[in-house]
């Protein structure tokens, strides 16, 4: 089961920081990432991380002010958001991928989804 987590309200220019903890389930084998589900959109890809940390993409709106990272001793995913935009509102949720980086919305195992909304 993954559980994301640190959604909540900030002002456009703020930061949020996201985690995903697994339980049931040993994160690094598994590449993880974020996705993102804006109101009346289609859900989106955010971030990816490879099975070490080695490896990462990001979406283009989010290149540069997000970092995605993880700690597989500690079986967590996190996602700094920084330079927070009124068009980063939407539902964040963690997901893991046995073989495929970047992650996509095919993902074998999701997380229930943390809001997040930036006010302009």
């Known amino acids: 089961q993954l559980q994301a987590s640190g959604g909540g309200l900030v002002q456009a220019g703020g930061s949020l920081r996201l985690s995903c903890a697994a339980s049931g389930r040993t994160l690094s084998n598994y590449v993880m990432g974020w996705l993102r589900q804006a109101p009346g959109k289609e859900r989106e890809f955010v971030a990816s991380?490879?099975?070490?940390?080695?490896?990462?993409y990001y979406a283009d709106s989010v290149k540069g002010r997000f970092t995605i990272s993880r700690d597989n001793a500690k079986n967590t995913v996190t996602l700094q958001m920084n330079s927070l935009k009124p068009e980063d509102t939407a539902v964040y949720y963690c997901a893991a991928d046995l073989r495929k980086h970047p992650i996509n919305l095919s993902a074998d195992y999701w997380g229930k989804g943390t809001q997040v909304t930036v006010s302009s």
């Open positions: 991380i490879s099975w070490s940390g080695s490896s990462t």
